[in-house]
């Protein structure tokens, strides 16, 4: 049987992947769109304010919208893990997921967005889940009425800690350095926001926990600070930690491609989305772009969708 050959795949359905999928569908190509999260990172955060045409928009619901999109213009969609991605002799992409499928492309589109970055303190890995968490959205809801810490001095830690405020009784933010650095708008509405104490100039040096449920208890801290209505303390009493310290390239995978990245491990592209490999487009969080957003990754995803055409119309001439 003659193996099936995809004009296009993009491997990542977040707003980057789902982006370049819709527009490489509506060039007519024959684009299958492979992600093990459908909507990708935007669909953990509560709300988006700075979506163009949306002045205010769940994260889950412009996920689903971005990816319906896609699927309207005839994208296939497979919710696998890409484990492996080779270029062929024949100039073909060979992709492999963890369900033991491979897919054969003309062209590529990485579009892996990035994960968690680890805190790196004792501590974290065993109390994962039992107190120490990652998405405000995902997890906030377990800790109504309890208190919670936030380490991060990024916009998610300005972000998230207001959500999260929603549910405890109070949130800690703790900022490695002097200031918290979210968008302007995010930090004004923590400033005003009583239930939540910001500690500037504090670093997390280990996560305790115990107890007969073995979750987490306490922070240890490099300074003392005073939890509300307390004496100022270096072991600082949590029911909950949120560790937003930002993001690391999924770019592992595309190792045997021989992509260029930059030492944070992000592909290199140009203004239009294109890699230092022929036929290898990137876009969105996975990229070496310095402002990463859901709009700036769908930007990404358009260019690199209009280049992968570009690439397919030369090679017919
Ligand atoms: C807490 C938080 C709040 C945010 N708030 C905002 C905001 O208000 N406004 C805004 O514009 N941006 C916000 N962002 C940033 C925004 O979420 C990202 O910039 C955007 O989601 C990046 O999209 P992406 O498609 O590049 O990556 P992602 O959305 O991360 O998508 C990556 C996709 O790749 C898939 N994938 C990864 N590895 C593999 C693999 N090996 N095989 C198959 N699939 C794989 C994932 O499952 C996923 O589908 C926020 C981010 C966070 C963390």
Redesign the pocket.
């Known amino acids: 049987m003659a193996e099936s050959i995809y004009d296009v795949l993009v491997?990542?359905?977040?707003?980057?992947?789902s982006a370049a999928a819709m527009y490489a569908g509506r060039f007519g190509l024959k684009v299958a769109m492979?992600?093990?999260?459908?909507g990708?990172?935007?669909t953990?955060?509560h709300v988006?304010?700075?979506?163009p045409g949306f002045e205010t928009i769940t994260g889950l619901e412009l996920g689903e919208r971005l990816l319906n999109h896609a699927k309207a213009y005839g994208v296939e969609v497979k919710m696998?893990?890409?484990v492996d991605a080779a270029k062929r002799q024949d100039l073909l992409f060979s992709i492999t997921t963890d369900s033991k499928e491979v897919y054969v492309s003309r062209t590529l589109i990485a579009?892996?967005?990035?994960e968690w970055k680890k805190l790196g303190a004792p501590g974290e890995k065993e109390y994962t889940n039992k107190g120490v968490h990652y998405c405000?959205l995902c997890d906030g809801s377990f800790y109504k009425n309890k208190v919670i810490a936030v380490i991060g001095s990024g916009d998610?830690a300005a972000?998230?800690s207001q959500l999260l405020a929603e549910y405890g009784s109070h949130v800690y933010v703790f900022v490695r350095g002097d200031a918290l650095h979210g968008e302007p708008i995010n930090n004004a509405r923590v400033a005003v926001n009583k239930k939540i104490t910001v500690f500037t100039n504090v670093q997390v040096k280990e996560i305790v926990g115990g107890g007969e449920k073995k979750k987490v208890t306490h922070l240890k801290l490099s300074k003392s600070c005073a939890p509300s209505g307390s004496k100022p303390t270096d072991l600082f009493p949590v029911d909950a930690v949120f560790v937003?310290i930002g993001?690391s390239a999924?770019s592992a995978?595309t190792k045997e491609l021989g992509v260029s990245l930059n030492a944070k491990g992000e592909i290199a592209i140009d203004r239009l989305s294109r890699t230092n490999v022929s036929g290898l487009f990137a876009?969105?969080?996975?990229t070496d772009t310095e402002f990463?957003?859901?709009?700036t990754?769908a930007a990404e995803g358009v260019s690199a969708a209009y280049s992968a055409y570009s690439y397919l119309q030369k090679g017919k001439k």
């Open positions: 491997v990542g359905a977040g707003c980057a992947g492979i992600g093990e999260m459908p990708g990172t935007i953990q955060t988006v304010e700075n979506y696998e893990k890409v579009a892996t967005g990035a405000a998610s972000k998230e937003l993001h999924v995978w876009a969105g969080d996975v990463k957003q859901a709009i990754g």
